[in-house]
């Protein structure tokens, strides 16, 4: 069975860093290209992050560009999100999907994992 | 604002049949790059819903269909019932971004 498994969101005050983690099982990591979700509350899946399957191709949205890092450890079956300088309007669900290649549909993803950022 | 354009609702009884567009431009759908669909029911992450345009993955039931013309893409719903109530969303790759790019979303609401 193919599962994705969000881990260390939280509520984190402005200006601080959160590293998010997405342990994967059920299925062959490095086949994969691994990607970042997230939804703001109310509001609609925002793509944040793509690492294709050895990491040597990586790509981000503008809005985190520069303050967010996506990686990937493929001895571990892991992908992770540091996510620095937070702001308040990073706050959403981030959820951790696959794509077999990329571009590519999205076709597993992750329960989420909830960010909070506030004072 | 974002990239794909869709409806922010539809609504039907059940029984019937609604569509929802999702608009793209030359650099995403018009490029000739492949659209995706998403359902997410309240509450729940989203699944994968159509993918590659047209194609259905396994256990979603043929009331479903999706087709693609030119920069724009639409989902059908046929013999739409209560557990069909969802946003759906669509998605594809705009070239111009470098990026993964979603429709806002559409909330279907069964009568």
């Known amino acids: 069975e193919v599962q994705l498994v969000e881990s260390g969101g939280g509520l984190v005050q402005p200006g601080r860093s959160l590293r998010l983690s997405c342990a994967v099982s059920?299925?062959?990591?490095?086949?994969?290209?691994m990607h970042w979700v997230r939804q703001g509350p109310g509001k609609g899946l925002e793509w944040v992050s793509s690492i294709n399957w050895n990491g040597a191709t990586i790509n981000y949205a503008d809005s985190v560009k520069g303050r967010f890092t996506i990686s990937r450890d493929n001895a571990k079956n892991s992908l992770y999100l540091q996510m620095n300088s937070l702001r308040a309007d990073d706050t959403a669900f981030y959820y951790c999907t696959r794509s077999r290649g990329t571009p590519g549909p999205l076709d597993f993803w992750g329960q989420g994992a909830l960010v909070t950022v506030s004072s | 604002q974002s990239v794909l354009t869709q409806p922010p609702s539809v609504s039907g009884a059940p029984g019937q049949r609604v569509t929802i567009s999702c608009t793209g431009s030359s650099s995403n759908i018009g490029a000739g790059y492949d659209v995706h669909w998403y359902q997410q029911l309240p509450g729940t992450a989203p699944t994968l819903l159509i993918y590659?345009?047209?194609n259905r993955p396994s256990g979603v039931p043929d009331r479903f269909s999706g087709s693609k013309s030119g920069a724009s893409a639409s989902l059908a719903i046929t013999g739409l019932k209560a557990e069909d109530e969802a946003d759906y969303y669509c998605?594809?790759?705009?070239?111009?971004?470098?990026?993964?790019?979603f429709g806002g979303g559409t909330k279907v609401t069964v009568l």
């Open positions: 998605q594809s790759y705009d070239s111009s971004l470098t990026a993964y790019v």
């Open positions: 059920g299925f062959t990591f490095n086949d994969h290209a």
């Open positions: 590659v345009n047209t």
